[in-house]
Structures are given as structure tokens and as C-alpha cells.
T-cell receptor
Framework: KQEVTQIPAALSVPEGENLVLNCSFT??????LQWFRQDPGKGLTSLLL?????REQTSGRLNASLDKSSGRSTLYIAASQPGDSATYLCAVLTGANSKLTFGKGITLSVRP | DGGITQSPKYLFRKEGQNVTLSCEQNLNHDAMYWYRQDPGQGLRLIYYSQIVNDFQKGDIAEGYSVSREKKESFPLTVTSAQKNPTAFYLCASSIVRGRRETQYFGPGTRLLVL
């Protein structure tokens, strides 16, 4: 059974800091890995999707890497801003049924 | 604008009552999903549908039912058999249930028990 872990559950940083959010998964036989953002009381917004054959994806100040063999992914946020404050969820797509398994998320607070 | 709409934003359920959450998409997506999110928890799949008139149980289908009579619509009914329904419910859709496509999420419905 696939399990996705995101540690720590919460993180607080000062504005301008570069930061890394970590995600680990137990079954390396994934099709892809996604990072989502969720604002309080809202739905999820897809940030980056990395196919299993890829090592990283970039969008603006965000860079996500994937090391499938070790079961790890990182989301790098450059020059953090208060508007980056949200919960970031990692999810992996696996199995014959193309099931998406989510981590519990990391709640990020960027202090002005 | 293309997207997914969910209604209502908040829903209150009395003991023994069935309630239905609406999910509509105008993205022309074939696949639709219902997830449940509890505080501090990841999303858990309730039901999914890959095509009209077909749907499959997810990990926590007990106490829930769905229908898929139209491509655009995938309503979720929370029945009285669901003993702990208080949660945030998210609907999602994707072009196909496949390996490359991301899922697009609606704004969610928060269900509370009176």
C-alpha cells in the first residue's frame, strides 16, 4: 500500500527566505508526482506535475524534484513571500487503477 | 470560464438525514472524483467515475452514494449510514483517468452535523 509522508506538518519562515518542502513515498512504482497548494477552506490548485521519467519541473519561483528510486520529492520555493502562505500537499499516482495518494500536507506561514 | 463548481459551500445535516452535494464541471472531462478531507489529514477517495453511467468505489465508499447521468455532473449523497460525515468534501475532474493528467479541484463543500 502506497503511503505518502510530509514532514514537518507546519513551517514558519521570514519573508525572503528560500525553503524546501519534503515529500516521501513508500512505493517507487509511481506514474507521476504532483504538488498542490490549498488555501484555508478552499480547493486544491495544481502547482507542478513530474512524470516518473522526469527529474524536475519548474514554474516561476517553484522547483520540484523527483528521486523515484529513493522515494523522495522536494518542492523548492525561492524568495518566499507572505502570499505563499498555504498548505502544500504532495500526491503520487500509482497502480493499475491510477490512484492518487495524498500526503497530509505542510502548512507554510511566511512572516512579513 | 471553465472550471468545477460545488454547491453548497456549507451544508448542515440532521441525524438520520440524507444530503446531496453537487459537483458540476464544464471542462469536458471524462473522469470525476469525490474526496473527503479531515483536519490534518490527506485526501481520501470516496468514489470515482471514468465515464457516464459508470462509477467505482474508492477507499471509503461506505455510507456514500453517487450517480453519473451526465458527463458534466457527479453528485454525492451522504446517507444516514455515514456515522461521521463532518468533513470537507472536494470534487475533482481530469481529462481521462490516466497517467499524465492532473486533476482539477472544485472549491469544496463543508458538511456539518447538527
Amino acid at each position: 500500500k502506497q503511503e505518502v509522508t510530509q514532514i514537518p506538518a507546519a513551517l514558519s519562515v521570514p519573508e525572503g527566505e528560500n525553503l524546501v518542502l519534503n515529500c516521501s513515498f513508500t512505493d517507487s512504482a509511481i506514474y507521476n508526482l504532483q504538488w498542490f497548494r490549498q488555501d484555508p477552506g478552499k480547493g486544491l490548485t495544481s502547482l507542478l506535475l513530474i512524470q516518473s521519467s522526469q527529474r524536475e519541473q519548474t514554474s516561476g519561483r517553484l522547483n520540484a524534484s523527483l528521486d523515484k528510486s529513493s522515494g523522495r520529492s522536494t518542492l523548492y520555493i525561492a524568495a518566499s513571500q507572505p502570499g505563499d502562505s498555504a498548505t502544500y500537499l504532495c500526491a503520487v499516482l500509482t497502480g493499475a487503477n491510477s490512484k492518487l495518494t495524498f500526503g497530509k500536507g505542510i502548512t507554510l506561514s511566511v512572516r512579513p | 470560464d471553465g472550471g468545477i463548481t460545488q454547491s453548497p459551500k456549507y451544508l448542515f445535516r440532521k441525524e438520520g438525514q440524507n444530503v446531496t452535494l453537487s459537483c458540476e464541471q464544464n471542462l469536458n472531462h471524462d473522469a470525476m472524483y469525490w474526496y473527503r478531507q479531515d483536519p490534518g489529514q490527506g485526501l481520501r477517495l470516496i468514489y470515482y467515475s471514468q465515464i457516464v453511467n459508470d462509477f467505482q468505489k474508492g477507499d471509503i465508499a461506505e455510507g456514500y452514494s453517487v450517480s453519473r447521468e451526465k458527463k458534466e455532473s457527479f453528485p454525492l449523497t451522504v446517507t444516514s449510514a455515514q456515522k461521521n460525515p463532518t468533513a470537507f468534501y472536494l470534487c475533482a475532474s481530469s481529462i481521462v483517468r490516466g497517467r499524465r493528467e492532473t486533476q482539477y479541484f472544485g472549491p469544496g463543500t463543508r458538511l456539518l452535523v447538527l
